[in-house]
């Protein structure tokens, strides 16, 4: 049975209910019927003379409501629900109370009722003990039977929870487990649940901010990665629906192959996947035409919950304003509030493509160039833009991995799509603009061969980075300016690590990765303060913390400085409602705990 109060009225006389005053309808599981003055009276007694309210769902804890604050309410609605977690509670309990605030007294309308301040939400970290994840560990066995299906070994365990390319926190995990199918995470998202243990997703671990790190006191690891299956492709409507582990190069590949003349245009780090694009709301170079993952580029998803329900945001439809956008919810939560298991994912057709090499005396001519080059009606024919600095070229050239070496200076990478007409307008357009900002080289590749080449190029400059000062490490971050002031932040960071010693080489399609290269932990704690440094710059221009890569553990510390404290304790909210234990890769993205701390030094 399940009680609802659609609407009511507060007397102004404390503790009483005018019966008449309410609508109030009692539903059973078979009919509905009118609830007794008595009854009434009973509800307006119970709020108005300041009871304790469990918001036990959405996890508020237990809030007095004073009587002197309630007479002041006009009118108040109730939603009572019987969500409850537990099987043995009571079917009367009441689980959200819903109030708008309308008061009689002039002077008390600027007051909140329950100032943020006062309340503000602490996420759970009371997780199982060591007996209960190897009890977790044996279920799992149980569950899992398959060869591989469970690894426990100090080499899986460590190789799953930290990654060489990360600088945060990070701890090994108690167990990984290998899934094949929503089915199959179901499982292990109810054994998290019985035991208490924190569950972390991973697939093509390729993130650079500690997002698939495990939790100190002990964690499951989901392995994702077999889950790499297309399972559907919608030629005529333009999408195809696949699983969570399967990478956007592969997606493109079995296109190309099948001669389906379609293709998915988010274009992150090699090796990313479905799942982890989701996560992390990953862009790539392709973004100045195609936009980031939070675009429309995933029609829906499917996602368990920490509840061990399985949902699909929506239906494949490329349009619909039916109730909230909840594919949007999941994309940027980095696991933290559902696990996504398979998406739709949104093509555009294959067109013919251009490369082309633009450099210049500088990076702010080339940034002026690009701006320009965006706002003329041939923007829209500009694929993508990547920008990369002198540092950066000549490592390139130096480690060996091009076919022939490229001048050293600041370049701009181009490609331009359209018809054969298009094109040739737009190119001519494109060296008028750069030859106005003093560009000293622009050429064209001559072969769809060399384009590929030219175009591949790109993508070696982090190993290109580290193979041309061996023995160093490299600390990789990224942030996002308004594109006008992405010269200041160029010009400002190089001073900056110009007065600490240090190098850095960086690049960017509209943003900043910043590339810098140290040899010990001391290079490394100045390195660490040289990040904290740009990003704060980063957010005093107008500009975000992170681009593409995600916020993972290591950028949780800049939200509240860039998103403002309520909208960040609203993204707690909405965590707190879905994932009540804090199950779902806790210390993740605005969900810091005590146990997880700021950067450390490995």
């Known amino acids: 049975m399940s009680t609802r109060v659609r609407a009511g009225r507060l007397p102004l006389l404390s503790g009483r209910v005018v019966a008449h005053s309410l609508r109030v309808r009692h539903y059973t599981n078979f009919r509905p019927r009118l609830l007794q003055r008595e009854d009434a009276i009973r509800v307006g007694t119970l709020v108005a003379g300041g009871a304790l309210l469990a918001f036990g769902s959405l996890g508020f804890g237990l809030h007095t409501l004073r009587r002197d604050v309630l007479d002041t309410f006009w009118p108040l609605t109730l939603g009572l629900a019987n969500d409850s977690m537990h099987s043995g509670s009571d079917h009367n309990s009441i689980q959200y109370v819903y109030f708008q605030n309308k008061t009689t007294d002039p002077s008390l309308e600027s007051e909140p009722v329950f100032p943020s301040n006062d309340m503000p939400i602490s996420l759970s970290s009371s997780y199982g003990t060591a007996d209960d994840i190897e009890k977790a560990i044996k279920e799992l066995r149980d569950a899992f039977p398959g060869q591989h299906r469970i690894k426990t070994s100090n080499d899986s365990l460590e190789l799953y929870g930290s990654s060489e390319n990360s600088y945060h926190p990070s701890s090994p995990h108690s167990v990984v487990v290998q899934v094949s199918s929503t089915a199959d995470v179901v499982k292990v998202v109810n054994i998290s ?11 093509g671990a390729t993130s650079l901010e500690g997002h698939f790190s495990g939790y100190p006191t002990g964690s499951i690891c989901i392995d994702m990665s077999a889950m790499d299956q297309i399972l559907e492709i919608n030629e005529a409507d333009g999408d195809l629906r696949c699983q969570a582990g399967a990478r956007w190069e592969d997606i493109n590949r079995v296109l190309k192959e099948k001669g389906i003349p379609l293709f998915f245009p988010l274009d992150p780090g090699p ?10 709301g990953c862009s790539g170079t392709n973004a100045v035409r195609y936009g980031t993952a939070k675009a429309e580029w995933f029609l829906n998803v499917t996602v368990v919950l920490p509840s061990g329900k399985v949902i ?3 239906q494949r439809a490329r349009k619909s304003s039916a109730g909230f956008d909840t594919t949007k919810l999941f994309i940027g939560a980095e696991g933290t509030l559902g696990i996504v298991t398979e998406a739709t994912l949104r093509l555009v057709p294959r067109v013919p493509t251009k490369v082309a090499m633009a450099q210049f005396p500088n990076v702010k001519n ?7 080059i965006l706002n003329t009606p041939y923007g829209p024919h500009i694929r993508s833009c990547p920008s990369y600095r002198v540092r950066v070229m000549a490592a390139i050239n130096t480690a060996g991995f091009v076919e022939r070496p490229y001048p050293v200076q600041d370049t701009l990478f181009f490609k331009l799509q359209g018809s054969p007409e298009s094109i040739a307008l737009a190119s001519q357009a494109v060296q008028e603009i750069v030859r106005r900002h003093n560009s000293t080289r622009f050429e064209f590749a001559a072969t769809d061969e060399e384009a590929d080449n030219l175009w591949e190029n790109r993508k070696y400059a982090l190993p290109s980075t ?4 061996p023995g160093r490490k490299c600390w ?4 996002c300016v308004p594109v006008s002031k992405l010269p200041q932040l160029v010009y400002e960071t190089k001073e900056d690590l110009a007065k600490s010693g240090l190098k850095v080489y960086y690049c960017g399609t509209r943003n900043f990765h910043g590339l810098i290269l140290f040899r010990d932990n001391r290079e490394l704690q100045s390195v660490s303060e040289a990040i904290h440094r740009l990003i704060h710059r980063a957010i005093a221009m107008d500009g975000t913390c992170t681009g593409e890569h995600g916020v993972g553990i290591g950028k949780t510390e800049y939200l509240v400085e860039e998103l403002g404290e309520d909208t ?3 993204m707690k909210t909405v965590k707190q409602a879905i994932d009540p234990l804090n199950l779902f890769n806790p210390g993740k993205v605005s969900f810091e705990t005590s146990v997880l701390s700021r950067t450390v030094l490995n």
Do not use: C, F, N, W
């Not at 649940?193 to 697939?203: A, C, D, G, N, Q």
């Open 312 to 314: 699909k945001t929506r």
């Open 568 to 570: 960040v304790e609203l």
């Open 193 to 203: 649940r019985k035991y208490k243990i924190p569950l972390v997703p991973y697939s």
């Open 366 to 372: 080339a940034v002026s160039a690009v701006q320009e």
């Open 466 to 469: 580290l193979a041309s000062h």
């Open 271 to 280: 090796g990313a996947t479905i799942g982890g694009m989701i996560g992390t």
């Open 476 to 479: 990789t971050t990224d942030v």
